[in-house]
């Protein structure tokens, strides 16, 4: 079992929709947890970081991280498509180490 | 956000060569810097941790001495792909994280092209 799941998608969606994009995991000991996008040949792009369980909301970016489920979630309102790109989840338990999931590829439409 | 600058965004070498990439952390110190390759429609590859000052840790099945992992300073690590061949072509990837600032940045890549 991977130690991080995530639906490669690709999720297509249009534009002005609520985007949902999701991570489980399997290791409880994971409490740092993070989300990028990342457009084609570039590097990942920090969008939200989120310490232990709770949401967190930055302008039209809502995470949420729920331990007891071991389950993450990124929340995408009023979506454009320049918000088109791949979203990757990661986590860590002690930041030694890192563990990503394979990336959502979404796409919002015009 | 901090920024971590890698350069070059892209590189053509010839097969035989060795090609550098370098890392830096501009604006904090990056106490561990990691180094990954990603294939076409594919999630990042691990190759090697660095903490500064001492040897790099690599992957299982990623051959050191192929490439080559300095962490010489606080803002500056490089991999250094040796002998370059075809097969070594792909985007490679540096990320830094610093002890004070708690979050994993990462550089914007390099696409190795090998002739």
């Not at chain 1, 991080?4 to 489980?24: F, K, M, R």
């Not at chain 1, 939200?48 to 949401?55: A, L």
């Amino acid at each position: 079992q991977k130690e991080v799941e995530q639906d490669p998608g690709p999720l297509s969606v249009p534009e002005g929709a609520i985007v949902s994009l999701n991570c489980t995991y399997s290791n409880s000991a994971f409490q740092y947890f993070m989300w990028y996008r990342q457009y084609s040949r570039k590097g990942p792009e920090l969008l939200m970081y989120t310490y232990s369980s709770g949401n967190k909301e930055d302008g039209r970016f809502t995470a949420q991280v729920d331990k007891s489920s071991k389950y993450i979630s990124l929340f995408i309102r009023d979506s454009q498509p320049s918000d088109s790109a791949t979203y990757l989840c990661a986590m860590s338990a002690s930041f030694n180490k890192f563990y990503f999931g394979s990336g959502t590829k979404l796409n919002v439409k015009p | 956000g901090a920024v971590v600058s890698q350069h070059p965004s892209w590189v053509i070498c010839k097969s035989g060569t060795s090609v550098k990439i370098e890392c830096r952390s501009l604006d904090f110190q990056a106490t561990t810097m990691f180094w990954y390759r990603q294939f076409p429609k594919q999630s990042l590859m691990l190759m090697a941790t660095s903490n500064e000052g001492s040897k790099a840790t690599y992957e299982q099945g990623v051959e050191k001495d192929k490439f080559l992992i300095n962490h010489a300073s606080l803002t500056l690590s490089t991999l250094t792909v040796t002998s370059a061949h075809p097969e070594d072509s792909s985007f490679y990837i540096c990320s830094a994280y610093g002890q004070h600032n708690e979050k994993l940045f990462f550089g914007s890549g390099t696409q190795l092209s090998v002739l």
